[in-house]
């Protein structure tokens, strides 16, 4: 996708987590946000991924057993 096309469907106050943020607090995020999707952002506040309630979801899951 284009930058015009992120920006698009982008909400304009998005949530974000930074690297270092714990598998556990993205799953909570994800829940009580009911969001799919959140920008990874480095510790000087570049994008460098984006990580899914899909990802997580089987992440956590794969923990907790």
């Known amino acids: 996708p284009t930058s015009q096309e992120l920006v698009k469907s982008a909400l304009p106050a998005s949530v974000t987590v930074t ?3 714990p598998v556990a607090r993205c799953f909570a995020l994800f ?3 009911g969001i799919r999707h959140m920008p990874v952002l480095s510790l000087d506040h570049k994008v460098v991924g ?3 309630r899909h990802e997580v979801s089987t992440d956590f899951a ?4």
Not at 62 to 65: A, S
């Open 19 to 21: 690297e270092l943020c």
């Open 31 to 33: 829940r009580a946000l």
């Open 50 to 52: 984006i990580i899914t």
């Open 62 to 65: 794969k923990d907790l057993f």
